[in-house]
């Protein structure tokens, strides 16, 4: 799945950035100076962002000496003001980007600054509503969530993606340690401001955060992960001496006792007060101008003209669709008692299809899934004119992540080079991952999914700083979701019927989630509701889709993104090989859609209709 980039960007970032590189552009006609012109634009903007959000920078593996200032040692700004600020100051980008000068529709300047523009327009649009939050495609109404937030994406910020290089790298810690507890006063404050116009997540989605809250102060000082982070880091820098380390890991223990914990503690009390007088049931229809919110956010999340109501019917056709082509395989596999979900969570509990929940079952899982990845690779050439350099690893989520994290997701590669793309999933209970779902997870996060995607964004695209913070959900889950149709068209099912059971039912699971997410915030279905359709539909189990309907709840409209990107690609794919007929080349489709990198559906609908039309018009 997407949720993929870790909360609010974990599926925002791109392997690959280099330090200050412009897009390498074909100006076809466009002057140089206005090339020019408009790439120190985006540069500017770029810089901007990235100083407003140093956790970002941190994420994308930037190095400090690329922006001018010592990033590593803040924490992003997330009080009441620095929001406003960002607001304005994106209005004021807005039109910065609107005055740019017109370059040739063709060149990749072009296409550069129609996805900046389309970003700071859907911004600047969702941000107006006053409440949540909203980075360059992506939003959410709440300030903070289950999923999300100071509480929980600082921790994680720490412990996977800061440095621990030098001495420097070990002090930034601690730095960034201290502005912790004011991350989440400022969140804090901001959510009883919300909530006093109407504005607060459901009493579950608080009850969540106040468990997963409470989980990250339970712990002894010295036990804390924040602590016990500190201790792995400081045993990498070469130039601390022993009295060094043992004075920074002191220092840190007592930030952790003195400041952290009790900001914990003022978080879940704030969080037990909230839920007082939240709202029980989900659905975004309940907050001020709630239904004109949605709207934008699925327009956002998909195209413009999406609504609510065609997406919803949407959804149900393609339910009953593949309902009826899991019934016929389950047939052929000799499944054929009850219903289709009935059958599929029978074939969930079979001895055969269950890892054991130890070590070496959870070991024996991951080499399942490093089996379907090495299988997915040996076959790429099939597809790709290009293969990625960028290698990809599997590995499950520890302690506290596997609390916030989504079930599985998956993180593009450093820039730096000091982490490859990573396939992150949580097998704390093995029997949420049935051996037969398996293949269908691998093929969507890593090869030919998301991994592919974001790999070749980053050595084929060669987008310049900016465009490198912007992401696309309907282009980049709607990629993975059709990289499961290629698994299927390049055999990797072949030998595998209960595997192709798991593509279907994969596929079943968002179709099913476009009706739950339109359910929940325009049909105003109860959470209980949601859940039962997700459980008879799709036969997955209680506990997994009680979590799914919890993540639709606090992300109006991302989940329909899958369903309309794929389409769109499939429907693109149908439309350029009527048109060329015998000379359509699968691999150069494949590479006309991934080397313009992230991009709105309309931007991406016009790259390849220039590319089928191109034979045609040099004759």
Partial sequence: MHSKRASSVIFLLLTGLLAGCSARVDDNGTPMRVVRE????????????????????????????????????????????????????????????????????????????????????????????????????????????????????????????????TAADARAYILRLRQLPDAIDDERRRMFADAASGVAPPDFILRNMERAAAELSADAPIDHPLTVGLGNLLTGPDDLTTEQRIALEAEGLAVVRDQVIPAYTRFRAALNALTINAPSEPGVWQLPEGAAYYAAAIEAYTEEGQTPEALYQLGRNEVRALTEQLDTALIAAGYDTGTVGQRLANLATLPEQIYANDEIGKAALLAAMNEHLTAAQNRLDDILEVR???????????????????????????????????????????????????????????????????????????????????????????????????????????????????YLQSLLFRAARLVVDTGIHHERWSREEAVQYLVETTGQNETAMRREVDRYTVWPGQAAAYWVGRKKIKDLRERARRVMGPDFDLKAFHQEVLKGGPRALSILEKDIERWYSAPLTSD
Avoid: C
């Fill in 38 to 165: 408009i790439n120190h634009l985006m540069d500017d903007v770029a810089a901007n962002e990235l100083a407003r959000d140093p956790e970002l920078a941190t994420q994308l593996g930037l190095p400090e000496e690329d922006l001018n200032y010592p990033f590593q040692n803040y924490l992003t700004d997330r009080s009441q003001a620095a929001y406003e600020r960002t607001r304005v100051q994106r209005l004021e980008t807005l039109a910065q980007l609107r005055k740019a000068p017109t370059a040739n529709p063709k060149s990749n300047v072009a296409r550069d600054i129609a996805v900046v523009l389309g970003a700071y327009e859907v911004a600047t649009e969702i941000s107006s509503f006053g409440h949540g939050q909203t980075n360059l495609g992506i939003a959410y109404p709440y300030v903070t969530d289950h999923m999300r937030g100071a509480y929980a994406d600082v921790p994680k910020l720490l412990i996977r993606n800061h440095p621990g290089r």
């Fill in 388 to 502: 990625p350099r960028t290698p990809v690893t599997i590995q499950s989520l520890q302690g506290f992540m596997a609390t916030t994290a989504p079930a599985a997701a998956y993180m593009a590669a450093r820039a730096d080079g000091t982490a490859p793309g990573t396939f992150s999933l949580n097998i704390s209970d093995p029997s949420e991952w049935p051996a037969f779902t398996l293949p269908t997870l691998v093929y969507h996060e890593t090869v030919p999914g998301h991994h592919v995607e974001a790999a070749m964004a980053a050595e084929i695209a060669s987008l310049p700083r900016l465009r490198q913070l912007v992401w696309n959900t309907a282009y980049g889950e709607g990629w993975s979701m059709y990289a499961e149709d290629l698994a299927d068209e390049m055999g990797l099912y072949e030998d595998d019927p209960l595997g192709r059971i798991g």
